[in-house]
C-alpha cells in the first residue's frame, strides 16, 4: 500500500510538473537518458552463444587453477560443475590458500574420486604478496596445460563453458580470453547493492564490443572469476607476479597483456557462468572497498587529470542517483520552488522505471526492488567513500596489505 501510495504521488507531481515549466523536463533529461544509454551500449557486446560448443579436435590441455582460502561453501559446487565439462582435456588444481575451514578437506574428497583433481597448499604467504596472487602463482607453477583457466572458488560452469572459450581463442587468435558471466543475487542486500555497483562499471566501460576496440590501456578491464590465458602469454606478462600487490589483479594482467601486443578480449557467457560473489551485507561491503579505491587509477582515462579526478568521479554516480529523492525528502521540511520539486520527480519517477524495467526483464526480480535503489545507492556511496578514507589499505579474509 506505501509503495502504491508512493508512485502514485511521484505520478501527480510530474504531471504538476507539465503545467509549470520546460526547465524541470530538461533538467531531468540526463536522468531519464543515462539508464537506456547504457543498456544500449551493453548490447553492443560479443557472447559465448555465438560459439561453437562442440569440443574442437587436438584440443590442448587446459589447466584450471582455482585458488581458494576460506570456501567451504563453495568449493564442491564449483569442482562438480568443472568437472561435468564435456570438454574432458582438463586437470583441475585447488590452491588450498591456508583456508581456516573444510575448504581442503572437501576439495581432497573429491580429488579421491576424480584422478584430474589434485589439492595443493600453497607455501607460507611471501612478504609484498596478495594472497589471491600467491596462490594463482603457485597453482600455475603446478599446472601442465598450454592452456590456463583461473577461476575463482564462488564460479559455477556450465558443461560447454571451456569449449566455447578455447574455440572462440583458436577462432580469433586470442591469447588472453576472460568471460562475464551471471551474477547469483540470492539475499535481499545481495538484490539492493549489487546492482548498483555493475551500474557503475557499465557507466564507465560500456559493452565487451567498446572495450575489445578500444585502443587504451585504461579501456582493458577483466573479471578475475573466470580468465582463459595460453601458457605463453601467461608468461609474457611475467606470470602473477608481475602484479603480485595489486588488488585488482584481473584489471592488472588484462592491462599488461594490452601493454604487450597481446591479443585480448572479454566476452559475456551469462549461460556459461555464474558467480555468487558475496552472501551478505558485510561481505559486499568489504569486497568492493577492496577493489573500487585501489583499481581505480588503472581504469581512469586522462592520464594525470583522470586520476586527479578519481575522489570527484568515483562518488558520482551514487550521488547523481541520490540527489532527486533527497530533494523530493526535502520538500516535506524545506520550503523548495515548484520547479526543482518537478525535478525531482521526474528524475526519480525515470529512474525508478528503468529499475523496475532492469529487475523484471534482465534479472527476473519482483519489479518492487525498484523502490529500493536509493537505498542501494547509499550503500554504494557509504562502499566509496570507506574506500577512499582507507586508502592503499586493504583488508580481505583474515589478512591486511599496503597496495603499492
Not at 131 to 158: I, P, R, Y
Not at 340 to 360: D, E, G, N, P
Request: aromatic share 8%; with cysteine.
Amino acid at each position: 500500500m506505501h509503495l502504491a501510495l508512493y508512485l502514485d504521488a511521484l505520478t501527480q507531481i510530474a504531471a504538476a510538473a507539465a503545467e509549470l515549466t520546460l526547465w524541470p523536463v530538461l533538467a531531468a533529461l540526463p536522468w531519464i537518458a543515462l539508464p537506456f544509454v547504457v543498456a544500449a551500449r551493453l548490447r553492443d557486446s560479443r557472447t559465448l552463444d555465438g560459439e561453437s560448443g562442440d569440443v574442437p579436435p587436438a584440443a590442448p590441455l587446459v589447466s584450471v587453477i582455482i585458488p581458494a582460502r576460506n570456501e567451504s561453501r563453495n568449493i564442491v559446487r564449483c569442482l562438480n560443475s568443472v568437472l561435468g565439462s564435456a570438454y574432458r582435456a582438463i586437470e583441475v588444481i585447488v590452491v588450498d590458500d591456508r583456508s581456516e575451514d573444510d575448504t581442503a578437506t572437501l576439495a581432497r574428497g573429491i580429488a579421491e574420486r576424480d584422478p584430474r583433481v589434485r589439492v595443493i597448499q600453497t607455501p607460507t604467504l611471501q612478504s609484498g604478496w596478495f594472497g589471491k596472487q600467491w596462490a594463482c602463482e603457485n597453482g600455475a607453477m603446478a599446472a601442465s596445460g598450454s592452456v590456463l583457466l583461473f577461476a575463482d572458488a564462488d564460479t559455477a560452469h556450465g558443461p560447454e563453458l571451456i569449449a566455447r572459450a578455447v574455440n572462440a581463442m583458436f577462432a580469433r587468435k586470442l591469447d588472453f580470453l576472460t568471460v562475464f558471466g551471471r551474477q547469483e543475487l540470492r539475499s535481499f542486500w545481495e538484490r539492493v547493492v549489487q546492482p548498483q555497483i555493475f551500474m557503475m562499471f557499465a557507466i564507465r566501460f560500456g559493452g565487451t564490443g567498446e572495450v575489445n576496440r578500444s585502443k587504451r590501456v585504461a579501456d582493458k578491464i577483466a573479471n578475475g572469476q573466470c580468465i582463459f590465458i595460453t601458457r605463453a602469454a601467461y608468461e609474457a606478462v611475467g606470470r602473477h607476479a608481475s602484479v603480485k600487490m595489486r588488488p585488482a589483479e584481473d584489471l592488472a594482467l588484462a592491462q599488461r597483456a594490452f601493454k604487450l601486443g597481446l591479443n585480448t578480449e572479454i566476452i559475456i557467457g551469462m549461460d556459461q557462468l555464474s558467480t555468487r560473489m558475496y552472501g551478505n551485507l558485510p561481505e559486499i561491503v568489504e569486497g568492493w572497498t577492496k577493489n573500487l579505491w585501489t583499481a581505480a587509477p588503472e581504469a581512469m582515462p586522462g592520464g594525470r587529470i583522470g586520476r586527479l579526478l578519481i575522489p570527484v568521479l568515483l562518488p558520482l554516480p551514487a550521488l547523481t542517483t541520490l540527489l532527486p529523492p533527497l530533494v523530493l525528502l526535502a520538500q516535506f521540511v524545506l520550503p523548495l520552488a515548484s520547479n526543482l520539486v518537478a525535478w525531482a520527480a521526474l528524475s526519480s519517477l525515470a529512474m525508478l522505471t528503468f529499475w523496475a524495467l532492469a529487475y523484471a526483464a534482465l534479472a527476473g526480480y519482483s519489479p518492487l526492488y525498484a523502490f529500493t535503489f536509493p537505498l542501494g545507492a547509499g550503500v554504494e556511496l557509504y562502499i566509496v567513500l570507506r574506500a577512499m578514507l582507507r586508502g592503499r589499505r586493504v583488508e580481505w579474509k583474515g589478512r591486511k596489505y599496503i597496495t603499492d
